[in-house]
């Protein structure tokens, strides 16, 4: 199973992004969440939407968001990101440039926030990007058949929330399961929820492709050899 590590590009700058993703594929990380801070990251949690605030305050230009991406691709050649944006950020940036950027460095994978309609999906679709959707723990028709009908990995919540259990479907196993009965054969990782090793192992053995890690090694960033061992400890369980 695969272990994601969530990096928050540019904090506290674009120049320490690169060195830590170094480190996170030299402590065992598989695939890079890597993210275009937002200006308006409205869905993201306080602590996330905060280091995109100071990662924007530090460097506003997008531009040395891909430069430094483009460098991290180039050190770390088969490593691979998924890249998570806002379609505020596509938008600023410009959907052409954008995605000759994405070609570019060879990034095929795509977590896209705030869609306003299919529109930019479905670009980003037609030009040969695998773009995620992602299923609640209620297992919500509207969404299992999204997840039909997209060509990226499953975002599947890891742990419900209070009231978010289906009695249909009451385990993340049952839930996995019930998305490869639905014909589903593209990865299906589990994010929002998962915050220690044990978190890890249960989705492994619920049969998820990979996990998502954020915070719990976000708010190491400041103790590498904490962050090392945090890393390691999850990928033991993958």
């Known amino acids: 199973m695969n272990l994601i590590c969530y990096l928050s590009n540019g904090y506290p700058t674009i120049e320490s992004s690169k060195e830590m993703a170094l480190r996170y594929v030299d402590a065992g990380c ?22 995109m605030a100071a990662a924007l305050e530090a460097c506003s230009d997008y531009t040395a968001y891909m430069d430094g991406m483009a460098e991290m691709k180039k050190r770390l050649p088969d490593t ?26 060879g990034f095929e994978d795509i977590i896209l926030v705030g869609q306003q309609g299919d529109a930019v999906k479905n670009w980003f679709i ?13 297992m919500l028709p509207d969404e299992v058949e999204s997840a039909k009908q997209s060509n990226g990995f ?44 044990a978190d890890a192992k249960m989705a492994r053995e619920a049969g998820a492709d990979g996990v998502f890690v954020g915070s719990a090694v976000l708010r190491l960033h400041d103790d590498p050899a904490a962050m090392t061992k945090m890393i390691q400890d999850f990928k033991r369980e993958c």
Do not use: W
């Open 154 to 197: 499953v975002y599947m919540q890891g742990k419900p929330g209070a009231g978010q259990t289906n009695p249909d479907f009451p385990t993340l196993k049952d839930c996995i399961d019930h998305l490869r009965t639905q014909g589903i054969t593209r990865p299906i990782y589990c994010g929002v929820g998962i915050h220690t090793p």
């Open 126 to 138: 037609a030009d040969g990007m695998r773009v995620s959707c992602y299923v609640q723990f209620q």
């Open 80 to 105: 691979r990101f998924i890249l998570m944006t806002y379609e505020s950020t596509v938008t600023e940036i410009g959907y052409e440039r954008f995605i000759a950027f994405c070609k570019a460095q």
């Open 30 to 51: 598989d695939i890079i969440e890597i993210d275009f801070p937002a200006r308006d990251p409205y869905l993201e949690s306080e602590y996330i939407a905060g280091r």
